[in-house]
């Protein structure tokens, strides 16, 4: 295949594998075992030669997911330093976002590849149907099925109050704002985390407004990654490195103040969490 005209494609395949797998250190992994199977294969026949590299880059991402599902009970560290998007990549992750990465992290491989190729990049479904060895019809389904669990909650009066009370506590965990924290919480707030959940390896229960405030001063870095989202119908936190859902902040209102702060970091708890992308608005 001529080098040239695989470069033109490049960056839009990078995208779609990007989006596909939340990871940027992935998708050029893919989009490089793309070329060497479109270089092995020829392209002289083909006449829609982006799309085809397309279904090629699709291919290879969705073995990748269920490989990276097949790891799922590998123990999953956070490590702040070890974000895979660098500067120059920045622009690509922030075409996305985390909360938007870690819900399609819950969703099946077939799922996930349903929905970005379709509501992503508008590929027809009778394209995507081959791709995952389904009909058409089957393929529209998982899609829509994927599409309820990312798209973001109906923003009512209760649910934006406590968005905002979520985006406080993350700019204030982030900035160091001790006062601000502390005007968030109950003065009884209760914070739980499962031993998963810290690098400790030890569950906690911790008691009281002054702690808990302290305990988020001290969670500066991980809150760099962390975004806004919905968990189990109420504004929460999400962490996720590489586009994988590592740690969730459950939060439990009441008058407008965290009341209840359940981190969940075990892996069946994850996956038994449900979660949400909470935008501003009901679109995606």
Same mark, same amino acid.
């Given at each position: 295949?001529?080098?040239?005209?695989?470069?033109?494609?490049?960056? +839009?395949?990078?995208?779609?594998?990007?989006?596909?797998?939340?990871?940027?250190?992935?998708?050029? /992994?893919?989009?490089?075992?793309?070329?060497?199977?479109?270089?092995?294969? $020829?392209?002289?026949?083909?006449?829609?030669?982006?799309?085809?590299?397309?279904?090629?880059?699709?291919?290879?991402?969705?073995?990748?997911? +269920?490989?990276?599902?097949? +790891?799922?009970?590998?123990?999953?560290? !956070?490590?702040?330093?070890?974000?895979?998007?660098?500067?120059?990549?920045?622009?690509?992750?922030?075409?996305? $976002?985390?909360?938007?990465?870690?819900?399609?992290?819950?969703?099946?491989?077939?799922?996930?590849?349903?929905?970005?190729?379709?509501?992503?990049?508008?590929?027809?479904?009778?394209?995507?149907?081959?791709? !995952?060895?389904?009909?058409?019809?089957?393929?529209?389904?998982?899609?829509?099925?994927?599409?309820?669990?990312?798209?973001? %909650?109906?923003?009512?009066?209760?649910?934006?109050?406590?968005?905002? %009370?979520?985006?406080?506590?993350?700019?204030?965990? +982030?900035?160091? /704002?001790?006062?601000?924290?502390?005007?968030?919480?109950?003065? /009884?707030?209760?914070?739980?985390?499962?031993?998963?959940?810290?690098?400790?390896?030890?569950?906690?229960? !911790?008691?009281?407004?002054?702690?808990?405030?302290?305990?988020?001063?001290?969670?500066? $870095?991980?809150?760099?990654?962390?975004?806004?989202?919905?968990?189990?119908?109420?504004?929460?936190?999400?962490?996720?490195?590489?586009?994988?859902?590592?740690?969730?902040?459950?939060?439990?209102?009441?008058?407008?103040?965290?009341?209840?702060?359940?981190? !969940?970091?075990? &892996?069946? &708890?994850?996956?038994?969490?449900?979660?949400?992308?909470?935008?501003?608005?009901?679109?995606?």
């Amino acid at each position: 295949m001529d080098a040239e005209l695989f470069e033109q494609d490049r960056t +839009r395949l990078r995208a779609v594998a990007y989006r596909i797998l939340g990871s940027t250190a992935e998708a050029d /992994d893919a989009v490089q075992e793309a070329w060497l199977r479109a270089n092995q294969a $020829g392209t002289d026949d083909v006449e829609n030669l982006s799309g085809w590299l397309t279904t090629v880059v699709a291919r290879v991402c969705l073995n990748m997911l +269920r490989s990276r599902a097949q +790891r799922r009970e590998e123990p999953f560290e !956070i490590d702040v330093v070890a974000r895979d998007s660098p500067e120059q990549d920045a622009e690509l992750a922030d075409s996305v $976002g985390l909360a938007m990465l870690v819900v399609l992290d819950t969703l099946s491989p077939v799922e996930r590849l349903a929905f970005v190729l379709h509501d992503m990049f508008a590929m027809p479904f009778d394209d995507i149907a081959p791709l !995952i060895e389904k009909s058409a019809a089957a393929t529209r389904q998982l899609a829509s099925r994927a599409r309820r669990r990312v798209r973001g %909650a109906e923003l009512t009066p209760d649910l934006a109050r406590q968005r905002a %009370a979520a985006d406080a506590y993350l700019a204030a965990t +982030r900035g160091g /704002d001790f006062e601000a924290l502390m005007a968030l919480l109950a003065p /009884d707030v209760v914070l739980r985390a499962d031993a998963m959940a810290l690098p400790t390896g030890k569950p906690v229960v !911790i008691r009281g407004a002054d702690v808990v405030a302290k305990g988020a001063m001290a969670s500066a $870095g991980r809150a760099l990654l962390a975004e806004v989202a919905l968990v189990n119908g109420s504004a929460g936190l999400v962490m996720g490195v590489g586009g994988r859902l590592a740690v969730v902040l459950a939060f439990t209102f009441a008058d407008g103040v965290i009341t209840g702060i359940d981190v !969940i970091g075990d &892996r069946d &708890r994850l996956r038994a969490t449900d979660l949400s992308v909470l935008s501003q608005t009901s679109e995606v």
